[in-house]
Structures are given as structure tokens and as C-alpha cells.
């Protein structure tokens, strides 16, 4: 747990703060930044997931690594700061996608199926999807300040804006 | 309007390989290469020569012991893979370079070129296709087009983004559609004038459209994947994002399908994270 600073965060990591913290995930293609913030306390985190699912015939040694186990692994750490579930609520930036129907049909839509997964494990776990940025073809940068609840997305070929707030 | 030889020819500080590495890229091709004779070639470079040595010492490659000369790197990794080690060392110095027409910040393009490297590899491998290495020295060059196109496109790229976004076509498409070329037939070219191996130049022109490969070649195929692959990691991604088209019959000629896809991934990103000591040795070098 960190307080009061700037945290990068990698692929299938998962970072929790506490306060004045600012997240930042680069390049978001297909992976996912899931923001999750107490609106009654600057209790936050994130986890950088590149995979909806976890594999079956696989032990999961990093949880942040698929959407589906990485919810209820941060949920778990930001609990143990001392958020309140009832409070939490969550954003979902990425889940980019090359273009053409051929990705939809044959299991190649990898950031739709990361989206929804991470949907369904909000919605398993009672959190409520306050602020989303998802889809398309733009790769996409992403800057969670915890203080303030901002979430702000930039892409390469656009400037950066807050896309809504967590709080 | 311009065409590619114009483009080529208007266009200053064409990135280039060093005569070594092309001749080791060619004779690598042909049965009656040794590695003496690979080592001949690169010694003739004596700064190419001392960086292949740095990087096949790298502890990437885990080599038991120090390696002192050529004729022992080749012996000891094989040609191929010496071969990759200084084409590496070849395009380091002109792909870490930013790429504005692109919005590609310093060491993007390489990162990206080589993601796609490590990707299509990973791919032959899956698929059993037999061509790993080739695959790899495809994939590091599949977009050397940009380096040129790059310049042309300054103060375009936002114009060509939303038309491919408007029209629903691809980012190469675009470029088609405003230049009448796009950065994979600049590519083309400048392998041509390299004169590199067929298949190498097949996989940088045909890696966002594999099944126009006449025949098709699983090196092209393993390229247009490791391609995908890295846009979805978002390695080295671009202003033209992942506004590229997924030919799912590149998939089915290796053997592969989307139920193949997220192990490929985890292996992939992986594999990536373990290159990035050779990435040391490259600064370094």
C-alpha cells in the first residue's frame, strides 16, 4: 500500500493507495485499466488486466492478470485498507479491438470479451460500473487520481479528458 | 500525385542496414553458408562485430560460458540466431528514433517491431511451421515502411484517423486512399532495394492482408499474427491504434483459432518481459 504518490501501473498488476495517489496505466490496447474507488473514503486501485478469464488447467499465480480474477482481488486488498463494499464503485477504461467482423466470430474480439468479463465480475461482486471508456480501435492511456475520483483518457490521436469521476 | 520511388528518393536519412548484415541475411538463406564464412562477413563491421558479440553474451541467451569470437557465437547459438542478433543490432540505432507522422515516441517503433519479432516467433512455434527465425527477422522488419511514411504523414495523422474511423476501413486502407500507397508497399520497396529474401519482403507487404500473398507463406501469416498480438498488448501502439483488419484465415492455415489466443498471449507477454535484459545490452552496446 502506498500513499501519496504516482504509481505505473504494469501488466496483471494490481495497485491499492490510500489518499493523494495518482494511477497511470500506459497503452492500453486490448487490456483493461479497472479503477475501484470508496466514495466515502480516498481508499482506491487498480488492476491492469490483459485477459477476461482465468485458464482452467492453470494454477492463477498473478490474480491482476485476467479481468475475472483480478476484481474480486483488489475488492479483497481495498477491504483490507479499510473500505466499505457497499461503497465502492468502479471504472473501466480499454478493451480495444482490431477492426472487421472476423475478430467477432472466431474468439479474436479479445477487449470485448476482456470487457465483459470484467463487467460481469463488478456485477458478481455488487459494484456498481460508474465511468467506462471502452471499445473501439485507439490505443488509450489512463490517469486514476484517487483524491479527487477523476479518471482522464488520452489517446495518440487525441487529447486528454476526464471521462467521469469516482465518487 | 507521388509514387514510392519518389517518396524513397525525396526522402532523407532512409533507414538502412549495414552491408554485413544484408550479406549474412542472404547467405543465411542458402544451404552453403558456415560459420566461418558468417563470421568472415561480420567481422568485415568491427562496431557490428562488437555488439553481436555483447548481445549473444547477454544473459538472455544463458550461455554457460563467455563467447570471444564470431566463429564460437555461431557455433555455440546457431546462424540463425547470430543472424537476428545483428539484424537487431542493425535497426536498433534508427527504430528507437521517434516516428511524429505516426505520433510513435522514441523507442516505440522498436518496441513494437520488436513485440511482433518475439510474437510471430511464438506463433511459428505453436504452429509448427518451421520457420521460427525467419518469422522473427520478418516481424522486426514488418514495418519498416513507416520509418518513411512517417515523414510524409506529419499533420495527416489525425485527417487519416478519422477517415478510416468514418469509413470503417482500415488505417492502411487510409493511406491508400490519400497517398495511393500505403507503409507496407514503402516497405516493399525498401527491401527490395536491400535486396532482401523473398519471403522477408512477402511478410513486410503483406502483413495486414496475408491471404493476398500469392502463394501464402506462413511466414506472412506468422507476421499478421505477431502483429495482432502486440496492437492487443498495446505495444509500441501508434496513432493508427489497432485500426487494422484480423484475417482469421491466417489463423486457420497454421493449424490455430481463437480458442488458441489467450495462452498465446500469456506466452507472449512473458516472453517479452524476458527480453527486456537484451534490451539492457542493447543501450549499452
Given at each position: ?167 | ?118 510474437g510471430a516467433q511464438i506463433v511459428a512455434t505453436k ?60 516497405g516493399e520497396a525498401l527491401g527490395n532495394n536491400w ?91
Open positions: 500500500m502506498i500513499t501519496g504518490s504516482e504509481l505505473l501501473v504494469g501488466l496483471s498488476e494490481i495497485q491499492v493507495a490510500k489518499g493523494a495517489a495518482m494511477f497511470s496505466i500506459l497503452g492500453l490496447g486490448s487490456c483493461l485499466g479497472i479503477a475501484i474507488r470508496d466514495t466515502q473514503s480516498p481508499i482506491g486501485g487498480v488492476v491492469h488486466a490483459m485477459l477476461p478469464t482465468a485458464f482452467a488447467n492453470k494454477p492463477v499465480e498473478q490474480a491482476g492478470k485476467f479481468a475475472s480474477t483480478g476484481v474480486p482481488e483488489l475488492i479483497a486488498r481495498l477491504e483490507s485498507e479499510g473500505a466499505n463494499r457497499s461503497n465502492l464503485i468502479a471504472s473501466v477504461v480499454g478493451g480495444a479491438q482490431v477492426i472487421g467482423p472476423t475478430a467477432m466470430s472466431n474468439g479474436l474480439d479479445l477487449g470485448t470479451q476482456n470487457v465483459e468479463a470484467a463487467i460481469a465480475a463488478l456485477r458478481d461482486h455488487g459494484i456498481e460500473l460508474k465511468v467506462s471508456d471502452t471499445g473501439g480501435a485507439n490505443g488509450r492511456s489512463m490517469i486514476f487520481n484517487l483524491a479527487s475520483g477523476e479518471i482522464k483518457v488520452r489517446t495518440l490521436s487525441s487529447d486528454e479528458k476526464v471521462i467521469g469521476v469516482l465518487c | 500525385m507521388l509514387t514510392i520511388e519518389d517518396i524513397i528518393n525525396k526522402t532523407k536519412d532512409l533507414p538502412s542496414l549495414p552491408a554485413a548484415t544484408l550479406k549474412v541475411i542472404r547467405d543465411t538463406e542458402s544451404s552453403t553458408a558456415t560459420a566461418s564464412s558468417i563470421a568472415n562477413t561480420l567481422s568485415q563491421d568491427q562496431s557490428l562485430c562488437v555488439r553481436v558479440l555483447r548481445l549473444a553474451n547477454s544473459p538472455y541467451y544463458g550461455l554457460a560460458r563467455q563467447v570471444n569470437d564470431l566463429q564460437e557465437a555461431v557455433v555455440v547459438l546457431g546462424m540463425r540466431t547470430v543472424r537476428n542478433i545483428a539484424i537487431v543490432a542493425s535497426t536498433y540505432p534508427w527504430m528507437i528514433r521517434p516516428l511524429n507522422g505516426y505520433a510513435l515516441g522514441p523507442k516505440a517503433l522498436w518496441t513494437h517491431a520488436f513485440s511482433t519479432a518475439v504452429s509448427k511451421a518451421k520457420c521460427e527465425d525467419t518469422a522473427f527477422t520478418s516481424g522486426l522488419l514488418h514495418d519498416v515502411g513507416k520509418v518513411v511514411l512517417s515523414l510524409w504523414l506529419e499533420n495527416k495523422l489525425g485527417a487519416l484517423v478519422a477517415l478510416a474511423q468514418r469509413d470503417n476501413i482500415s488505417f492502411a486502407e487510409a493511406e491508400r486512399k490519400v497517398f495511393g500507397f500505403d507503409h507496407t508497399e514503402i535486396n532482401l529474401p523473398e519471403s522477408l519482403v512477402r511478410a513486410i507487404r503483406y502483413h495486414h492482408s496475408p491471404s493476398e500473398c500469392n502463394p501464402t507463406n506462413p511466414v506472412v501469416d506468422c507476421v499478421h499474427i505477431g502483429d495482432y498480438l502486440t496492437m492487443s498488448m498495446g505495444f509500441g501502439l501508434g496513432g493508427d491504434g489497432l485500426l487494422y483488419e484480423i484475417d482469421e484465415n491466417a489463423w486457420k492455415r497454421l493449424g490455430l483459432d481463437g480458442t488458441a489466443l489467450p495462452e498465446i498471449i500469456d506466452e507472449f507477454v512473458m516472453a517479452n518481459q524476458k527480453y527486456e535484459a537484451m534490451f539492457e545490452e542493447l543501450q549499452a552496446a
